[in-house]
């Protein structure tokens, strides 16, 4: 297995205003692709990102764990560390962790094939959550599976592994499908499926089954946020201010 680091400026240019976040939502939405399959489940790579957060010292720490997607076994893992990008605010989310994230994808030794987010994609009050964003800049096909619905409504599912029921937003046309509530094991929690970019909502559901052969979330997220963790514990202050 290999390991990577990396560390990871502010982009110049980066939004600084909600007004300027949401132009550039407003730009990157229309590119999204909703018309491919993505790749089968169980073959290739896929890479779970996921970020952590320590708000006194301004620091975010992101972290790529490849897998290999018929064994699960690690391929590969990285991380980033810098500076918060930008200001706490519902809905842009994306801005705070997107350079980071973009690093730490950089700085994999190896293709990261499917990415799968810890968060939304068209589950997103703005149809563009961060797997949405991410695929976009990046061209890769790209998931989000949340650990709640947002402000999304749901049915509960039923209560064995694979039920699923549609995640819902209330529009004024009626109700629009932004996701599913996916449970993946029996009588536990569902997590939320949503599509990023170049991929469908079936497939999606079928490659976060595939990563959740034991526990609630999948392997990807679950080895994201061990390493992420773990990375954000081994900072120190001059981790972020070298990247200024």
């Not at 990102?49 to 699960?72: F, H, K, M, N, P």
């Not at 890769?140 to 549609?166: D, H, M, Q, W």
Request: hydrophobic share 40%; net charge negative.
């Amino acid at each position: 297995m290999n390991t990577t680091s990396n560390t990871v400026p502010i982009p110049a240019g980066w939004p600084v205003t909600e007004e300027q976040a949401r132009a550039v939502q407003d730009e990157l939405r229309g590119r999204v692709v909703l018309d491919e399959p993505g790749p089968p489940p169980g073959t290739g790579r896929v890479t779970g990102v996921d970020v952590a957060y320590d708000d006194e010292r301004d620091v975010v720490v992101a972290a790529a764990v490849v897998l290999d997607a018929a064994t699960l076994a690690v391929v590969a893992e990285a991380t980033a560390v810098g500076q918060v990008s930008f200001p706490y605010v519902p809905g842009l989310l994306a801005f705070r962790e997107i350079p980071a994230v973009l690093a730490v994808l950089d700085a994999l030794p190896c293709a990261p094939g499917l990415v799968v987010c810890d968060g939304y994609g068209l589950a997103h009050p703005r149809r563009f959550g961060l797997a949405s964003h991410l695929g976009v800049l990046t061209g890769l096909p790209t998931i989000g599976v949340a650990k709640n619905p947002f402000t999304f409504s749901y049915e509960e599912p039923g209560a064995r592994r694979g039920s699923a029921t549609p995640l819902l937003a209330g529009e004024p046309t009626g109700p629009e499908e932004v996701g599913r509530a996916l449970r993946t094991q029996d009588g536990v929690k569902p997590v939320f499926v949503s599509v990023g970019h170049r991929m469908s909502l079936d497939n999606a559901c079928a490659h976060t089954l595939a990563l959740a052969p034991k526990y609630r979330l999948p392997e990807t997220t679950r080895s994201a946020d061990s390493l992420c963790r773990r990375a954000l514990k081994e900072t120190t202050p001059s981790d972020a201010s070298s990247v200024d």
